[in-house]
């Protein structure tokens, strides 16, 4: 039992001396930053509709289902989120509240201006989105890694020295503006009920600022 015990001993130690001498190891630390502009393919919307009674309600439904489909937006695409009663309201007792999704083919413009009807309550834009981010987050993150990299490698050549092995990764940073408005419609807070501009506004996605993505990674590479 007491040579077990020794030998438990004696492995603990080694082992804290190796990864005392890890730490000690001469190390350079540096930060690889990477960013990318990523034009918007897709918009999320949230409608609000009302009605005094539940067939006025349907009627509404229909119509705006009869709207979205004439904009370029497919019936799977909308989705059902809540419906609300409210028995003080004198008008609007009724409501329903949509998710729809617009992607490039539809007509953003045409969808604003036929739905600015009455029985719309509200129209928000709660997304844009691309819908191939989780590539363009890969590939910016690479980026970011191989930026550190090329930072060890000539600062370290300045001193005669170069990059060994990484010892550590982190990603220090994760930035996406996947929240952005319609330039024209800049000025005005996101997520607000957008009504019909006295002037004509343009709402197509070309009038839709890029999607702004920026990682930040930072490294320790062994000196060599």
Request: no cysteine; aromatic share 8%.
């Amino acid at each position: 039992m007491k040579l077990k015990h020794f030998l438990l001993i004696g492995i603990l130690t080694l082992g804290s001396f190796v990864n005392a001498q890890e730490v000690k190891k001469n190390a350079i630390e540096v930060t690889g930053v990477a960013e990318m502009e990523v034009e918007p393919d897709e918009i999320i919307f949230s409608i609000g509709i009302k009605a005094d009674n539940k067939n006025d309600l349907t009627d509404n439904e229909k119509k705006m289902f009869d709207i979205l489909k004439n904009a370029g937006v497919k019936n799977e695409d909308i989705k059902f989120k809540s419906m609300y009663q409210n028995i003080y309201a004198k008008n609007g007792k009724f409501s329903k509240n949509y998710q729809f999704k617009a992607s490039s083919k539809s007509n953003i413009s045409k969808i604003f201006e036929d739905l600015n009807q009455k029985w719309v309550s509200s129209l928000n834009i709660s997304e844009v989105k691309n819908t191939k981010m989780a590539d363009f987050r890969k590939a910016v993150k690479i980026n970011a890694l191989k930026a550190a990299k090329e930072k060890a490698d000539y600062l370290l050549e300045s001193m005669g020295k170069k990059a060994g092995s990484v010892l550590e990764i982190i990603e220090i940073e994760d930035y996406t503006s996947d929240m952005v408005m319609p330039a024209a419609y800049k000025s005005r807070m996101s997520n607000v009920q957008l009504e019909m501009a006295d002037a004509p506004v343009d709402f197509s996605f070309d009038n839709i600022e890029n999607i702004k993505l920026k990682y930040s990674i930072k490294t320790r590479y062994e000196i060599l």
